[in-house]
């Protein structure tokens, strides 16, 4: 069934609370698909850093976000779900509506951390309001919410092509504002979500045991690695193509918008086959050795003509997001299925500081790797991908080593 089908489903059906929620999520991915695609530009052109200036900004408010998080999720604690969500989503429409003023370093490392902060939150209320909405059909919910996702950035994408090939300061802005009206549009929709759950944060970060599981440990740090490869897509890329190729500039929402579709398409397929620990951490092999690959068209689309340029880069692109199929996939199960099953909650807190942390150092060394560091930026950050790629196997097959359950008091 399609991600539309499915939705006239919904609709139709005794299910019209998940579609509330699925149109919350589809406002605000199309608003972070106008961004995403225009953002390091906007960055650069508009506010005039240098891109090695912007990825510590960036580094900076990540970092400040992932901190955040905690006490802001303890402080809405009891809470409800929906008033919960609707203020942090109010939080990154503020925060978005002030970057176009943001004309000094300081404040707008300010900004983007207060946006950072309001965003980091609002993914685990999210979570749990999928949780009072679908109960037991909590993975299938989930699995059309991350296609809706896609689906949605997809076309905010497409829709920001317009500004991407003015190149105009003005055009940059309104991109801005327009991300800043899906976030409100997406809150203003929140209270339509039927239920009266509440934030539940008891117990939550406290990951004690679950650091001491060397084995899940080593596996969660090569995963953080892993996820560098998704800021290739949406912080690199753009900069590389308009600054260091010859090709146009609306070749940039196409190439975002076709990672996008292709993950939206056939994510669920490709995580069909790693249903086991072993297929899993098989799967980010193979997406190790395909980011190789990738990286390589994406590196040489900087040293031909237009045309050749761009078709190099779309076969990076694909290759790229095949690459990111894989990884998702056997990342998801390894994840699970390496857990202790009696703490699955805190091991996936520890699983999610991977990405946490990924998302703290990628803007920082991406751009020094493969925007300030040419061809050998890209040729290490490449052979780093297929090499940690390649240790998963063996991580993940180490024996477990046995974590004593904390006695009650």
């Known amino acids: 069934m399609t991600v539309v089908s499915r939705w006239v489903a919904m609709a139709r ?27 390091t530009l906007f960055f650069v052109q508009v506010l005039d850093l240098s891109p090695l200036r912007m990825g510590v900004g960036l580094a900076v408010a990540a970092a400040f976000g992932l901190a955040a998080s905690v006490p802001v999720t303890r402080a809405l604690d009891g809470r409800s779900l929906r008033a919960a969500y609707g203020a942090l989503l109010m939080v990154q429409a503020v925060a978005m509506a002030l970057l176009p003023t943001a004309r000094s370093f300081g404040v707008l490392v300010a900004v ?17 309001l999928i949780g009072q909405v679908a109960g037991a059909r909590r993975a299938d919910v989930r699995a059309v919410s991350r296609s809706v996702n896609n689906l949605g950035t997809a076309g905010g994408a497409l ?15 309104l991109l801005v504002h ?14 339509a979500i039927p239920g009266t759950g509440r934030l539940a944060t008891a117990g939550r970060n406290r990951y004690g045991s679950a650091l001491r599981d ?51 398409l056939f994510q669920i397929r490709v995580s069909r086959r790693a249903r086991t620990i072993a297929a899993a ?19 040489l689309a900087g040293q031909v003509a237009a045309v050749p340029s761009v078709l190099l880069l779309v076969a990076g692109v694909g290759v790229h997001t095949v690459g990111e199929l894989y990884h998702a996939a056997g990342a998801s199960e390894l994840s699970y299925g390496l857990a ?6 805190e091991y996936q807190g520890v699983f999610g500081l991977g990405m946490g942390v990924a998302e ?11 925007l300030e560091g040419g061809w050998a930026g890209w040729a290490g950050l490449a052979v780093l991908l297929c090499a940690t790629g390649a240790a998963l196997p063996f991580l993940a097959s180490r024996p477990p080593v046995p974590i004593p359950v904390p006695i009650a008091r």
């Not at 991300?179 to 809150?187: H, M, R, Y």
């Not at 202790?340 to 909650?345: G, L, P, V």
Request: charged letters at 10%.
């Open 214 to 264: 060397s084995r899940y440990g080593a596996v969660t740090l090569a995963d953080g690695v892993m996820c560098l490869e998704y800021f290739v897509i949406t912080l690199v890329l753009p900069l590389w193509v308009v600054e260091h190729t010859s090709a146009p500039r609306a070749v940039v929402p196409v190439l975002f918008a076709l990672n996008m579709v292709l993950v939206a």
């Open 112 to 128: 983007l951390a207060l946006g950072a902060a309001g965003q980091k939150s609002a993914r685990a209320v999210n979570n749990a």
């Open 281 to 299: 951490a098989r799967a980010v092999r193979v997406s190790g050795a395909l980011f190789l690959v990738s990286l390589a068209a994406l590196l």
């Open 159 to 173: 829709l920001s092509s317009a500004a991407v090939v003015s190149g105009t300061d003005r055009a940059y802005e």
């Open 178 to 191: 327009a991300d800043a009206v899906t976030f409100l549009l997406a809150a203003a929709l929140v209270p």
């Open 360 to 370: 703290i150092v990628a803007p920082y060394v991406l751009v020094v790797a493969c």
């Open 340 to 345: 202790a099953e009696e703490r699955m909650t």
């Open 13 to 39: 059906g005794p299910r019209r609370a998940e579609l509330v929620l699925h149109t919350v999520t589809l406002v605000n991915a199309l608003g972070n698909g106008l961004f995403t695609v225009a953002g």
